[in-house]
């Protein structure tokens, strides 16, 4: 028997600390694996109404917050290098440092779910959301400049732009605008707007909830470095753990370009 076979995190059920951690692998993969089958489908569907209504997609695109998209971008990107400097750690049993690069992973998947909740609610409050509060909005405004003409409703949005109380929406305010007077393949379809904001908001709702799961894992992990139960031989528990959490990152950088730069050349609204 070879000394590892004595560890005493060492499961019964495993011959030694290879075969467990070749088996603990495979099971993350194996798990991985049905996620990137999960999102994949999620994507396909975005990108073939994205293809078949690219004006509208665009144009909604345009709206979200790029400057908090980036901001979370940082974050998420900082925590995978984080979080592989407490692999090391693990290897090299420095529980402190495990700790401390653990809490600093989590305080950065932290820090993203917030500055989404400050994004949500923004979008809310401008009603910028499918169903009855964008219908409203939108027909507010469509309904104000419906009788004038287009330059009329163009002046009439500026002055309530400068207004400092708008009474519309900057989104719209637009959209209206580009459906006065329109006609055709000119026109952008409301409804097609609201079909980019459910793909929205179910992507980034769904990739939210697996940064929350990420995060008790996380502090999960740094209970059992307090405990002392991750000595260097079983690195492996952390390597599980980041291999998800890497996998959670690289959704937001799929998410990030096929969601908030769609529009980046439509205009720069925030």
């Known amino acids: ?20 951690h070749a088996c603990e692998r495979l099971g993350i993969w194996m798990f991985l694996a049905t996620e990137i089958l999960f999102f994949g489908g999620v994507f396909g569907a975005y990108t073939v109404y994205r293809l078949w209504y690219p004006s509208e997609f665009v144009f909604a695109s345009a709206y979200l917050n790029r400057t908090i ?8 990107i900082t925590s995978s290098l984080t979080i592989t400097l407490a692999i090391r750690s693990a290897k090299l049993g420095d529980r402190a440092a495990l700790i401390r690069y653990l809490l600093v992973t989590a305080a950065l998947g932290s820090a993203f779910m917030v500055m989404k909740g400050f994004e949500y609610k923004a979008d809310f409050h401008e009603q910028y959301v499918p169903g009855g509060l964008f219908q409203d909005e939108y027909a507010k405004a469509a309904g104000k400049i419906a009788p004038m003409t287009q330059t009329e409703a163009e002046a009439y949005f500026k002055k309530d732009s400068e207004s400092g109380h708008p009474t519309h929406e900057a989104w719209a305010k637009d959209l209206a605008l580009r459906n006065h007077d329109a006609s055709g393949a000119s026109a952008i379809d409301p409804g097609k707007v ?3 904001l459910c793909f929205y908001y179910i992507m980034t ?5 697996h940064i929350i799961v990420g995060i008790g894992c996380i502090l999960w992990l740094v209970w059992e470095a307090w405990r002392g139960t991750i000595p260097p031989e079983n690195y492996s528990t952390v390597e599980v753990v980041s291999l998800y959490w890497h996998l959670v990152d690289a959704i937001w950088l799929f998410l990030m370009p096929l969601l908030y730069l769609a529009g980046a050349g439509y205009g720069a609204h925030h």
Not at 12 to 17: A, P, Q, R, V
Not at 69 to 75: D, R
Not at 205 to 209: E, Q, R
């Open 69 to 76: 998209a980036t901001v979370n971008t940082v974050f998420l």
């Open 1 to 20: 028997m070879s000394a590892s076979t004595h560890s005493p995190v060492l499961k019964h059920h495993f011959e030694d600390l290879g075969q467990q």
């Open 194 to 196: 609201q079909l980019f």
């Open 205 to 209: 709702g769904i990739h939210g909830i």
